[in-house]
């Protein structure tokens, strides 16, 4: 069964900044995998597919990256609307990792 | 346009059923499968099972078999999913998410959510 892992649990950080946020497999998961962005009160929304192929409607500053087991998501500059929970996710039946909160400084 | 409508809120007594509806509108509704997804208060995500719309075929997490039914109504472009023998510990969000490679009941990405259910169980 593969297990994602999410590094920071939290990541406080300011507007402007660049976000770095981490995800890894206990196995390969091959370039199948996706990242998410929940706001409180809200559904999660698609970022990222594929490991690093942006969602329709996603702004350039997500970038994702990775293969194999180790997988990051790169907010260039954050902008206010970008504080929330990054979830992870792969294509198996413990698809999602535990979430990633981008919080203000 | 297109989009995932959930049914409303709901509060039950432990050992009851419930079950939550989610009415696709602005696409073809059998050309995609449709997960459920729920989030216990403060936590993360948890799938809980896939449904095909088309052919009413249906695979379910682990930790839910045997308590959970998921169906279509393709006269209504909706589907449910049904929660038996409830406790406390699944008082969460319900939302419901379209596949969106959706082959053979096999997970790709989730590219259209629901707006969420509330389910609280108690006493």
């Known amino acids: 069964e593969i297990v994602l892992t999410q590094s920071p649990a939290t990541l406080s950080l300011s507007p402007g900044e660049r976000a770095t946020l981490s995800c890894r497999a206990n196995?390969?998961?091959?370039?199948?995998l996706a990242w998410y962005q929940q706001k409180p009160g809200q559904a999660p929304r698609l970022l990222i597919y594929?490991?690093?192929t942006r969602a329709a409607g996603i702004p350039e500053r997500f970038s994702g990256s990775g293969s194999g087991t180790d997988f990051t998501l790169t907010i260039s500059s954050l902008e206010p609307e970008d504080f929330a929970v990054y979830y992870c996710?792969?294509?198996?039946?413990?698809?999602f990792g535990p979430g990633t909160k981008v919080d203000f400084k | 346009q297109v989009q995932l409508v959930q049914s409303g809120a709901e509060v039950r007594k432990p050992g009851a059923s419930l079950k939550v509806s989610c009415k696709a509108s602005?696409?073809?509704?059998?050309?995609?499968?449709i997960h459920w997804v729920r989030q216990a208060p403060g936590q993360g995500l948890e799938w809980m099972g896939i449904?095909?719309?088309?052919?009413?075929?249906?695979r379910y997490a682990k930790k839910f078999q045997g308590r959970v039914t998921m169906t279509r109504d393709t006269s209504t472009n909706t589907v449910s999913m049904e929660l038996s023998s409830l406790r406390s510990e699944d008082t969460a969000v319900y939302f419901c998410?379209?596949?969106?490679?959706?082959?053979?009941?096999?997970?790709?990405?989730?590219?259209?959510w629901g707006q969420g259910t509330l389910v609280t169980v108690s006493s």
């Open positions: 998410a379209r596949d969106m490679v959706s082959y053979q009941l096999q997970l790709s990405y989730f590219d259209l």
């Open positions: 602005g696409y073809i509704f059998t050309s995609y499968h």
């Open positions: 449904i095909n719309p088309s052919r009413g075929n249906t």
């Open positions: 196995e390969s998961v091959y370039s199948y």
């Open positions: 594929d490991a690093s």
């Open positions: 996710q792969q294509r198996g039946d413990w698809p």
